[in-house]
């Protein structure tokens, strides 16, 4: 099959299109064709280096495709139906996966990243994490949504337990993360402030149901925030970039509210040294209810 | 895998939808990178094999 693949950490340079073996489907796996793989951020830190990525490796975390065919274990899976993969990989037999948050299993990784993901035509995968998608989702639609709408789902839902009512600060409103966020927190009944770097950008948040919009090249995030909040602050801000946007972010909180993260993309080595930056500041005001990582993504 | 069919449930009934920002051929990664890394984007950047 097909894929693009690279043999050493660089630029988009080292992205090789290349023949590679096709995988072998175990019995208990699913074999799918690859209709659509969605980028993530991720992705560029792999290409970059990140710790743990083994060579030559393919990337991709978001795949929409059909099923080609099941292995002789597998039920409840028909060759030809239409799927997303689930983003993740876990052990599947731990009490945190049984549960159901298998975010929390202690081999917990997401798809692409310590193995091979689905930037090529076929992946064996384990049927837990095949989802049928109906027919009314395009491919391209189905692999934009696993990572980041599992991610902003997870942020301020599972983390920040947002409110109807509320007030909530996206940064980057036309991320992936921002898209999905955007969208949830308005589905939460809650009040949104997306930013953006450009016009276009800050009109599509808007359509996607912002209710103010900043732009963060151009106005200074928490002042903004302050005018449109009666000097208040917001009660979440979903904060991703990191170190490019982390002091506005804070200091948009309303005393009390909650910051959550993931991501970094602005700096990955600032997710690394927010803790002993950041926290000794964050307690000694005693203002923030909660300062919550959420990992690279849930 | 709750919280994901939780969202995924929002997806399909059409509450939320997911954003494509652009299409490239697999073959045309290293574009589709540099496109996500000048944060050019508004959604989702996507590869077709």
């Not at chain 1, 993530?40 to 059909?66: E, T, Y």
């Not at chain 1, 996607?208 to 919009?213: H, K, Q, V, W």
């Not at chain 1, 500041?281 to 690279?296: E, H, I, Y």
């Amino acid at each position: 099959m097909k894929a693009i693949r690279y043999h050493e950490f660089g630029g988009p340079e080292v992205l090789k299109y290349e023949d590679v073996a096709d995988p072998a489907l175990r019995k208990d796996q699913a074999l799918i064709r690859v209709k659509a793989c969605a980028l993530n951020h991720l992705d560029l830190w792999c290409r970059k280096g990140l710790p743990g990525v083994k060579l030559p490796h393919i990337n991709g975390s978001d795949v929409a495709g059909d099923v080609v065919e099941v292995g002789e274990y597998v039920t409840g899976l028909k060759a030809g139906e239409r799927v997303l993969l689930a983003p993740m990989v876990f052990c599947n037999r731990c009490a945190e996966c049984t549960a159901g948050r298998q975010n929390m299993c202690r081999d917990y990784s997401v798809l692409g990243y310590l193995n091979d993901g689905g930037n090529c035509e076929l992946l064996a995968i384990s049927p837990v994490n095949v989802i049928p998608v109906p027919q009314e989702l395009t491919y391209d639609e189905a692999a934009s949504v696993p990572l980041v709408f599992l991610t902003a789902w997870h942020m301020l839902h599972g983390r920040a337990r947002v409110k109807a009512g509320e007030v909530v600060l996206v940064l980057a409103g036309g991320s992936g993360v921002g898209v999905a966020a955007i969208q949830i927190a308005k589905l939460a009944g809650a009040t949104v402030i997306a930013t953006a770097g450009s016009e276009a950008k800050l009109d599509q948040s808007r359509e996607l149901g912002a209710d103010f919009t900043i732009n963060h090249y151009q106005q200074k995030i928490s002042d903004e925030v302050k005018k449109i909040t009666g000097k208040r602050g917001v009660d979440i801000v979903i904060e991703h970039v990191g170190q490019a946007t982390f002091e506005e972010s804070m200091k948009s909180l309303r005393p009390g509210g909650t910051l959550v993260t993931c991501g970094a993309s602005s700096s990955v080595a600032s997710s690394r040294c927010w803790a002993p930056t950041w926290a000794p500041w964050a307690n000694c005001t005693r203002c923030w209810r909660t300062f919550s990582p959420a990992g690279l993504s849930r | 895998m709750g919280e994901l069919h939780e969202v995924l449930a929002h997806v399909f009934s059409g509450r939320l939808k997911p954003v494509v920002d652009k299409t490239y051929p697999l073959r045309e990664a290293r574009a589709a990178h540099e496109r996500l890394e000048n944060k050019e984007q508004f959604g989702k950047v996507v590869l077709n094999p």
